[in-house]
């Protein structure tokens, strides 16, 4: 997926989904932990388990090691776990526990259920819970602590507060305090030094953990390493506990241990969970289509080029309609690219109406225009399809769509065929 600015910015969750959607891998925290231990960083004793009898089991066993307070954490990649609720009715996707019994019960009232968070980019169909993090539930000094990239300055950076265990943009910004990494130079004392004035700690103790952190950042290619909270506890370590790491993936061929031995395509997807993505998203990676579902709108659309796409969704919400997706074609508007693109657009049940928005560049308007053509008649297309063609022999592809006897309806502006896909849209609902 891909990130995206624009002119035009509604409030809504979909836009902000598109917003936010980036060339990333997110892996779960468990999967975040045993990075970690491979790298000698210091995490929470505890394990993952995927059935109620391994969640008892690692339960005892923290016991037996002398811990008294659990931790049992739902393992899906959403924001604000703690506050999220499940099918079943259950509230938090973190819960504390006091005894092997509780662990059990609250892995019982996740494991099979799907959970819903506040989050705005998160499913309103919630995400399958199928493992459960327990751990030893620590005490102490809440921090912030992560290593990203600083977009200002396009270099990394490591951003840090006192105030840990809420997430950062609802920190105060004057309690968030950010110290600039040189890539040559790597964890200097000074940066070491100024992280750990800012969290109280101590320089030795913080340049360990900031060097380590930093090798996994660097050989891994990732693009955050967040962990919230990082927790000084009352023996004076530092633990990290509740960690949420991205890649980069255009790194996908240079780290076959995280994105798997090679494309999607046959199913090697090294740590990437499939379950907790949307499935028509998947589903157009595998046809290499770029799309992003909505989680409102009704207006579906078909566009060449991210830029023009996200201008699209842009003027289809400046004239009141709402998207149903963003759906990036990039420059093959071949039929067979176009049929992919209509019968995965015309899955969504909520789709009234289509818009096709092609520019044609080096690929003619008319060969486009015949591509539409091609894919329209192989499908059972049950909705109004506007279509409007920009660019080399647009005039003849416009022609040739208008002399179709499809029902298809040409359009020669963008905001004319915004107009006028809202306004079937509408009519069909």
Not at 114 to 143: F, H, I, M, Y
Not at 226 to 235: A, D, F, G, R, V
């Amino acid at each position: 997926m891909l990130a995206f600015k624009s002119s035009l910015r509604p409030a809504g969750s979909s836009f902000r989904r598109v917003i936010t959607a980036a060339r990333k891998l997110h892996i779960h925290e468990h999967q975040a932990n045993d990075l970690l231990r491979h790298h000698a960083i210091r995490i929470p004793a505890g394990g993952i388990a995927r059935t109620l009898a391994e969640a008892r089991a690692l339960a005892e066993q923290l016991e037996k090691s002398g811990k008294t307070a659990y931790m049992v954490k739902a393992q899906v990649l959403a924001n604000q776990r703690q506050t999220g609720t499940f099918e079943n009715g259950v509230k938090g996707g973190v819960r504390a526990a006091s005894s092997a019994e509780e662990v059990e019960r609250a892995a019982e009232d996740m494991l099979g259920h799907r959970l819903t968070t506040p989050a705005p980019t998160t499913n309103p169909a919630g995400l399958p819970t199928s493992s459960v993090l327990v751990t030893e539930k620590l005490d102490g000094r809440q921090l912030y602590l992560a290593i990203t990239c600083d977009r200002k300055t396009c270099a990394p950076i490591v951003v840090c507060s006192r105030r840990g265990g809420i997430e950062l943009e609802n920190l105060d910004p004057e309690s968030i305090h950010r110290v600039q990494i040189k890539y040559s130079k790597g964890i200097t004392d000074y940066v070491a030094a100024s992280v750990a004035s800012a969290l109280g700690l101590g320089i030795d103790q913080m340049k360990n953990t900031l060097e380590k952190l930093w090798t996994i950042f660097k050989e891994k290619e990732a693009l955050m390493l967040e962990i919230n909270p990082l927790i000084e506890t009352t023996e004076g370590k530092v633990v990290c506990a509740s960690p949420k790491f991205s890649f980069d993936n255009a790194a996908r061929s240079r780290q076959p241990e995280l994105f798997g031995t090679a494309s999607i395509h046959d199913g090697s997807t090294g740590l990437r969970d499939l379950s907790q993505e949307v499935a028509e998203e998947v589903k157009a990676e595998e046809a290499d289509l770029v799309y992003i579902k909505m989680f409102e709108g009704n207006v579906g659309t078909l566009v060449n080029g991210a830029g023009l796409a996200m201008s699209t969704l842009d003027t289809i919400a400046h004239y009141g309609g709402a998207s149903a997706n963003f759906l990036d074609a990039g420059g093959r508007a071949t039929s067979e690219t176009i049929k992919q693109a209509l019968t995965l657009i015309l899955s969504d049940k909520r789709v009234k109406s289509v818009l096709v928005n092609i520019y044609g560049g080096l690929t003619r308007g008319d060969m486009i225009a015949n591509g539409i053509i091609l894919a329209a008649k192989s499908l059972d297309i049950h909705v109004p399809v506007v279509v409007r063609i920009q660019g080399t022999n647009s005039k003849e592809g416009q022609q040739i769509i208008r002399e179709s006897g499809l029902g298809l309806i040409s359009c020669d502006g963008m905001e004319e065929a915004a107009k006028k896909a809202i306004e079937l849209a509408n009519a069909q609902a």
